[in-house]
């Protein structure tokens, strides 16, 4: 009986020392699979960045470590949407004055990068010449490493739209082994090895230093560098390859490359809205949203004030009389020009105006950002920079970065049709309490960064944020590209035998 009652006990011994044996090995032989797919590594970054993974959770959480895009957490306050966006390099760092930037590291490498970009070495009458350098001969750009010998951007309010400039300098500075930047975009000499191709025409500035007929001139210079660049694009094999798919072109004034726009519409566009073009020709689809450029200095966070130290509830001040959409800031005007702690009135630039302007965001609690000829303006990018907790008003605005930013967390929206109701605003902000407040004002102090333009550029400054978000916007443009070659290319091979 001892004999029989020992055997199934023998049993299970034998078969749980199996089964462990086999959870063992099975579970080797799926690490060794985790790390020796049969997908490239690029090809499982490229499935990884466009959140369709379908390998192990293991895998992919570490993977979400890198990139939070990925998460299928919802936002919260210490949310960093572009930590993992960036391959580190040695010459990256942050927090220095431009001179201190400029001394050593190694250049990027190019299997690093995010983003391969080749660009036109277009004449200095499209970028630098526009701001009156002059080189050697038949030199196109300015020495980099130096940042003396680079030009400084027009003043006052030509430096909102000036990030064609900072992209340009950041490209050029891309193969220095002398300027420290991140290794997000590099420049490639051959136009085969780039994701996009980039035109560096400072579109903005020659409409707003050149749009005008000087003397008795028939063509304004503006006009005659559009054309120029019109027939430079349309007679190269680059842009004829996708019908000029794969490029980007910065037009972020409103009323820059009137003139060109439609022809040369098929480009990805960094514009600051969509306010002044037809769908056809932009749209969120094929084209970026860059930052304004924001004018007032921005306030160091340990001089950032408080709720109590702000006695400001709302303030405004800028153009109040505007048409089309920024009807509503008269109309909000009169609403709110009488209330206490309600700062609303007429402002410019000119003279002390931007000080002053700076001076009252950063005294006050909300800073209001309404509709104006277009959607958008820089003074939601003024009140960032002030930690002044913006109030969007404006229907149709879109915003930078919005696929990896919650603005949200650190924006107050507001119905144009509610706005305008009696009493709604006030009472709206009034109710907020200084617990929400600080946590908008926190999260402020914590992405500012995000709309920084500088040369170097810096991890996940503005200029770092577009190239990133021109990486994340190609691979969509890629499926449009590779459907289109169906046929085409299968009609080559016709015509080749």
């Known amino acids: 009986m001892l004999e029989k009652s020992k055997l199934p006990s023998r049993f299970l011994f034998s078969l749980v020392t199996i089964s462990t044996f086999l959870l ?12 020796g797919s049969f997908l490239p590594r690029s090809v499982f970054k490229l499935i990884l960045l466009n959140g369709t ?13 890198q990139n939070p895009l990925l998460s299928d957490k919802p936002s919260h306050i210490d949310f960093n949407p572009t930590k993992g966006n960036r391959v580190p390099c040695a010459n990256s760092n942050s927090g220095r004055e431009m001179g201190s930037r400029l001394g050593g590291g190694r250049p990027c490498d190019s299997n690093d990068a995010v983003l391969k970009v080749y660009m036109y070495d277009l004449p200095p009458q499209f970028h630098f010449g526009l701001l009156g350098w002059k080189g050697r001969e038949n030199q196109t750009w300015p020495s980099i490493n130096n940042p003396n010998h680079i030009p400084a951007y027009a003043d006052g309010l030509n430096l909102q739209h000036s990030m064609e400039y900072w992209l340009t300098l950041d490209l050029l500075s891309s ?39 000087q003397g008795n001139a028939k063509v304004s210079v503006n006009k005659m560098l559009q054309d120029k660049l019109l027939q430079f694009l349309t007679g190269r094999d680059e842009w004829r390859r996708h019908g000029g798919k794969d490029h980007l072109i910065v037009a972020h004034h409103p009323n820059c490359m009137l003139d060109a726009r439609k022809k040369l519409g098929s480009a990805m566009l960094l514009l600051a809205d969509f306010g002044r073009y037809p769908m056809e ?35 405004f001040q800028g153009a109040i009389y505007r048409k089309d959409g920024g009807v509503i800031r008269q109309e909000l005007y009169y609403l709110l020009k009488d209330e206490k702690d309600v700062h609303f009135t007429f402002g410019t630039a000119q003279g002390n105006g931007v000080n002053v302007a700076g001076q009252g965001m950063a005294s006050s609690k909300f800073c209001l950002n309404i509709a104006g000829d277009t959607p958008s ?6 009140a960032i920079a002030s930690h002044c907790v913006p109030v969007i008003i404006s229907d149709d605005i879109e915003l930078p970065f919005e696929d990896v930013l919650d603005y949200s967390e650190f924006c107050v929206f507001v119905n144009s049709s509610d706005a305008v109701k009696k009493g709604y605003l006030l009472n709206f902000l009034r109710g907020i309490e200084k617990d929400q407040w600080t946590r908008m004002w926190d999260r402020l102090k914590e992405i500012v960064h995000h709309f920084e333009y500088q040369y170097p550029s810096q991890p996940d400054d503005a200029v770092d944020m577009i190239w990133k978000a021109v990486s994340r916007k190609i691979s969509s ?18 015509t080749s035998n």
């Not at 220095?176 to 994701?195: L, T």
């Not at 303006?377 to 003024?382: E, V």
């Not at 890629?478 to 009609?491: A, G, K, P």
């Open 24 to 35: 063992i090995l099975s579970s080797v032989f799926l690490l060794q699979f985790n790390h």
């Open 53 to 65: 993974s379908v390998y192990f959770n293991s895998n992919v959480k570490s993977e979400q470590m």
């Open 175 to 213: 193969n220095s082994p002398k300027v420290a930047r991140p290794c997000s975009a590099i420049r490639v000499k051959n136009h085969s090895e780039a994701d996009i191709v980039f035109v560096p025409f400072f579109s903005s500035l020659s409409y707003n230093r050149h749009s005008k007929l």
């Open 281 to 315: 020709i932009a749209n969120l689809q094929k084209d970026i949203i860059g930052p304004y450029n924001h004018v007032v200095r921005t306030i160091p966070s340990d001089e950032s004030a408080s709720y109590d130290k702000r006695p400001i509830l709302i303030y």
């Open 377 to 382: 303006s820089n003074r939601l990018f003024d």
């Open 477 to 494: 443009r890629r499926v449009e590209i590779f459907r289109q070659n169906r046929y085409h290319r299968s009609q080559l091979l016709l």
